[in-house]
């Protein structure tokens, strides 16, 4: 039976438009009720996510699936009534005594179109947002994960009235039907191509979008850093979820005098990280894991050198040709090219040369460099040392920029996302302002500046 897509938004319409404003205490209980959903299940998301992909590392769940939520719905309601207050606008000094105003509203109905990859978190941290800004909200998961979907469609109406909170359930068609509803925002997470179908489908409604898109984001080491430091955190970023997370690094560029020496660091962090006997993450389905295989068999047949340390860990392809399947593309996987490069410059030129990443990774101390990667390079977010962490930070903005995505969202970033940051104008009893109106006098543009 076909869902009634128009029904359920209707529903929701109704109820943001009886209910435009709510207050503090209503949207803390929401977020309250997210929380309580996610701790009280923790082991049914955990067996719905492990089923989903064959195997999963349940730390990593805890940690990138159910922890990620918790700690932003508690550092939202614990900002949420600063958030909400109106902040203050300056007045020119023509227009004293009147004075202005930023009241966030809450835009409406929002809609949110999840992935696989991380099928719980990425389906409700913009909840958290929308619920936070004072929205209702319509979810679309990704039918790849179907175990979790219907998770979510089973213990969202026990937490949450179709009012308040909607899990739509479905493949390619249903998205579609979904990004055409006129929601007063749509937010997206998956590929660029599928991203530009929504975009196209939500400009039909002139609905305002965030798009989530990933792409090569790239990893740069300088000679300044320990490669044994840099080889961990790096291979820490593309361990997490078997390298199926939009901000892993996708690929390494580094000096090729240094190129020997970081390899045999990545081989060892692999080791180190990822034994045998501890607990992988498989490919989400076997398209995706032939994908990769096929990625990796095209650069053995190009002579490129890999180091494998099994099935379901990072495998590292050293000097791959640039017209390979694993240079082309987003890998989304365990593959992980190694470029030498004559130098930092070189590589800033070869980052620059293709499209803005969601992530840079610059793994260097020297100030001098920090500023020009700051200064020279396009990307979602700039991290010097680290991967990953800064997803966990709620107070920075998440997104992409160019194809790696439009808008970004968590924390205050998210609040005013899904706000209509609304310009309130006060006039004083008693005002100059009469003096603008005509007939228009001479000394009038010599007052404002145009004498």
Partial sequence: MTRDLTGDFQTQRQ??????????????????RLARMTKHHQLDIIRAIQTDFGQRSDVEIRI??????????????????????????????????????????????????????????????????????GNVAMLKPSEHTANTSALLKRLVPQYFTPEELCVVEGGVEMARRFSELPFDHLVF????????????????????????????????????????????AIIFGKGMNAGQTCIAPDYVLVESRHLSALVTALSNAIVQQ???????????NTTHQDRLDHMLQEARDHGCRIIDHGAHAPALIIDPHQELQVMREEIFGRCLPI????????????????????????????????????????????????????????????????????????????????????GVFYQAKRTPSHMLYPPYRRWLMKLIGLG
Avoid: C
């Fill in 64 to 133: 990138a699936e159910i922890s990620a939520v918790l700690h932003a719905i508690r550092y939202a309601r614990r900002h949420l009534w600063r958030w909400m207050r109106p902040g203050m606008a300056s007045m020119p000094l023509r227009l004293l005594p009147a004075r202005a105003r930023i009241a966030p509203q809450p835009l409406g109905v929002i809609g949110v179109m999840s992935p696989w990859n991380y099928p719980w978190s990425l389906a409700l941290m913009p909840i958290v947002d929308a619920f936070a800004a």
């Fill in 189 to 232: 997470t998956g590929s660029g191509a599928v991203g530009r179908q929504v975009a196209q489908a939500a400009a039909r409604n002139l609905t305002p979008t965030t798009l989530e898109l990933g792409g090569k984001s790239p990893a740069m080491v300088a000679s300044d850093v320990d490669l044994d430091q840099a080889a961990a």
């Fill in 339 to 422: 470029i030498g490069v004559s130098d930092m410059a070189a590589a800033v030129s070869y980052v620059n040369a293709r499209p803005h990443p969601l992530a840079l990774y610059a793994f260097t101390h020297d100030k001098g460099l920090q500023q020009q990667l700051l200064r020279t390079t396009h990307s979602g977010a700039l991290v010097f040392n680290a991967t990953l962490l800064h997803h966990a930070v709620p107070s920075l903005p998440f997104g992409g920029v160019g194809e790696s995505g439009m808008g970004a969202y968590h924390g205050r970033h998210g609040f005013e996302r899904f706000s209509h940051l609304r």
């Fill in 274 to 284: 990822r034994p045998n006997d501890h607990a992988v993450t498989h490919a989400i």
């Fill in 15 to 32: 109820a943001a438009d009886q209910q435009p404003y709510p207050i503090l205490k209503i949207r803390r209980d929401r977020l309250a």
